[in-house]
């Protein structure tokens, strides 16, 4: 399948080929995963430490870049159950969240380095997951999943954006500069301005 690419999540089934997976965040450890525990093998490809973003600061997979809470846990609300749905479909991200919780009240909070490796451990030591440090550059020929997260560094979001036909690609809205601390599950978050190009406002 020459120059098939899906962009974000989507567990593709790819008989005698390997699956290309592009960043070692959270869902694209979660994608590794499952396209292996399908019995698919996976060259997923990670640019750090070599290169990095302005948010990571190690080398570990599925690092968390702010909050430590995954949100709320319980059941009666609609984050609570997604977690419970992943829980069922075998998620790699919910198994060592699970493992290395710690208490936030409502929510389901980790220790994040010991979350971040614990799946780093997990995805290296997979048999059928190859973890290629090295940063990619265009979108590549053959399935891909393309989960580079919101700080994609150049040029791969340009060929996003070009492949997308898009003028601009964001993962934030503008937030007012009167943001006042919110009151979520139990913890207070302090919402910040950022604008269309990821800048902190404060
Ligand atoms: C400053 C900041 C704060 C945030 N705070 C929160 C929060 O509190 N709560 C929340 O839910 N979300 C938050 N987010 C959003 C957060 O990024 C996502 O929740 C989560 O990290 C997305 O996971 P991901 O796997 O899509 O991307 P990421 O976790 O960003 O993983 C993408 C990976 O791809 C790698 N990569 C990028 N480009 C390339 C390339 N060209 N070649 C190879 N590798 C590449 C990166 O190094 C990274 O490891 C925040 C984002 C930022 C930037």
Redesign the pocket.
Known sequence: MPGRVVV?LGVVTVPNEVLQV????????EAAWQAAENGISVRL????PK??????RTDL???????N???AAGLENAVGLLKEEMRRLGSLVMAAADETRVEAGGALAVDRNAFARLITEKVQTYPLIAVVR????ELPAGPTIV????????P??AAIQKALGQAHLF??MPWPRSSRPIRLTGMWYLPLPVTKK?T?LI
């Open positions: 974000f592009i960043g070692g965040g959270l869902a694209d450890s490809f990670e640019m750090r290169y990095t973003t302005p948010a990571h997979l599925a690092e968390l870049v702010c909050s809470s995954l949100r090295e940063r990619v550059t989960a580079s997260g919101p700080l994609t560094a150049e791969l979001a993962f934030t990821g902190l």
